[in-house]
């Protein structure tokens, strides 16, 4: 993207980037016209900025599992050290000491992302466009700092538990561009209610559709609504959304008859007609080493072999490194871009399956679950799920979402959302260098520590325990 001008990724005031001065007053610097509507269209293209996701929950989550000898020795240093402790669930991920490894880069991109939002969203009504496009242009922009703050209430909040997300810590509310404000948390339920207030204000003025798949629309919003109300545990509104998200679109991408991904067969990330609203994680692809991602044993066995996913999105661990064993997320490498890890089709109809299961419907769940997976088996492999009943059917759709979204976020999203819940409750564990660590249900581990540079810098950051 050729912007017309430079533009200050400047961070709300906690972070590294603001240096140590804990107030500061920021003014749009470079080439910025305030009063061209232009300017902000040129921005909102920069996917660059708005694509950006954390990639904390991926290596949180159960489905990899961090075994080999090479790789340890890899990831136990200082600049991996992050990798470790997040998979490990340790209290201090980002430790003080160094300061090229001391910040939280998922904090710092998303909190940049929303600055980059607030300046369009705020400047907008003093440009000269009309005021259908500066209504369309701020409905853009709105989505995104919903999407940013999803992310973080989920990475830095406790699960939402309607019961005390009043009182339960979430994340700093920053709305505006100024850096001269103070930097308290706001509760879980303050943080949620704004993601949704950003999104419905923002639907009206949405496209139905855009030529890519970074750019918002009606149904990134609908999408959005639906994985925020089902992380709620707000089924019924999480399937209204859902269906409003299928109406507009429901493509599947066909894995039945593909051998092997390339650029002919599989569609580009911005075009995927899967893809609600492109995402990516903010370091990119994981099918390198030292930092690819070893596939559980109870994934791999999960998945089984003769599914496409298994297939087509993972390799042997030799394809990675003579020293790994077993079987490594490989779909960035197959598809050979980031992934996708904003909402999608599948999401949509597998949050749709979950809460009809949780109605009572399991018939009507498990045809949701088998018209996905029709699409992800060759047609001599394909077997029809079945649910004993609406209890099974809840059980058999979670294991469907671990299978369509290993390597993405929403298995961590899960283990908080479900961690109370009989079918799901249990004690993890994860061992290396002779440690054995565990995520039992009621650990504060569910949520990631604050860094402590920021909490350091701005004391007026609560600490999560």
Same mark, same amino acid.
């Given at each position: ?31 910025? *016209? ?64 160094? =300061? ?42 709105? #989505? ?8 973080? *209430? ?12 009043? /009182? ?40 139905? /559709? ?22 709620? $545990? ?5 399937? $209204? ?6 109406? *507009? ?7 039945? /008859? ?56 993972? #390799? ?32 949509? &109809? ?18 949701? #679950? ?7 088996? $060759?047609?001599?492999?394909? #077997? ?10 809840? =059980? ?18 899960? &283990? ?50």
């Amino acid at each position: 993207m050729n912007l017309k001008y430079s533009y200050p990724l400047i961070i709300a005031g906690l972070l590294a980037f603001s240096g140590c001065k804990k107030y500061v007053d920021i003014k749009t610097q470079g080439n910025l *016209v305030p009063k061209e509507t232009q300017n902000y269209r040129y921005l909102l293209n920069a996917s660059s900025s708005l694509e950006r996701s954390p990639s904390l929950f991926e290596l949180a989550s159960d489905d990899i599992n961090i075994v080999d000898a090479s790789q340890l020795n890899s990831l136990n240093s200082l600049f991996y050290g992050y990798y470790l402790r997040a998979y490990s669930w340790q209290p201090v991920i980002y430790q003080v000491g160094n =300061v090229s490894y001391e910040q939280d880069d998922n904090w710092n991109a998303e909190y940049s992302l929303i600055f980059y939002c607030n300046t369009i969203i705020n400047e907008l009504p003093a440009s000269n466009g009309t005021g259908n496009e500066k209504a369309a242009l701020t409905a853009e922009a709105l #989505v995104h700092r919903a999407d940013a703050y999803l992310n973080l *209430v989920n990475l830095y909040g406790k699960p939402y538990n309607a019961s005390t997300a009043e /009182t339960d810590l979430g994340v700093p509310l920053i709305l505006t561009q100024t850096l001269s404000q103070k930097l308290n948390r706001a509760s879980v339920q303050a943080v949620h209610n704004q993601i949704i207030a950003d999104l419905t204000t923002a639907i009206p003025s949405l496209p139905n /559709t855009q030529a890519y798949n970074t750019l918002p629309s009606k149904v990134s919003a609908y999408a959005l609504l639906a994985r925020c109300y089902f992380y709620m $545990k707000d089924y019924a509104n999480a399937s $209204k959304f859902a269906d409003q998200a299928l109406a *507009v679109r429901s493509t599947l991408n066909d894995l039945s /008859t593909i051998t092997a991904v390339t650029t002919a067969n599989y569609p580009r990330r911005v075009f995927d007609p899967e893809i609600l609203l492109s995402k990516t994680p903010i370091n990119g692809t994981i099918s390198f080493t030292p930092t690819a991602y070893r596939l559980s044993d109870e994934l791999v066995g999960l998945l089984g072999t003769k599914d496409q996913r298994y297939t087509l999105f993972t #390799v042997p661990a030799s394809t990675i490194s003579a020293d790994y064993t077993g079987r490594y997320f490989y779909r960035d490498r197959a598809i050979g871009e980031a992934r996708n890890v904003g909402p999608s089709v599948p999401e949509m &109809m597998l949050i749709k399956a979950e809460a009809l299961a949780r109605s009572g419907d399991a018939a009507g769940a498990m045809l949701l #679950v088998n018209n996905l997976r029709v699409k992800r088996f $060759k047609p001599a492999d394909y #077997v029809a799920l079945t649910a004993a009943s609406a209890a099974d059917a809840v =059980v058999k759709v979670v294991e469907e979402r671990r299978r369509e979204f290993f390597g993405r976020p929403l298995r961590w999203w899960d &283990m908080r959302r479900l961690k109370n819940e009989a079918p799901f409750q249990r004690t993890y564990t994860k061992t290396f260098s002779g440690v054995t660590y565990t995520l039992d249900p009621n650990s504060d581990r569910y949520v990631f520590p604050i860094a402590e540079f920021l909490t350091n810098l701005n004391p007026e950051l609560e600490k999560n325990p």
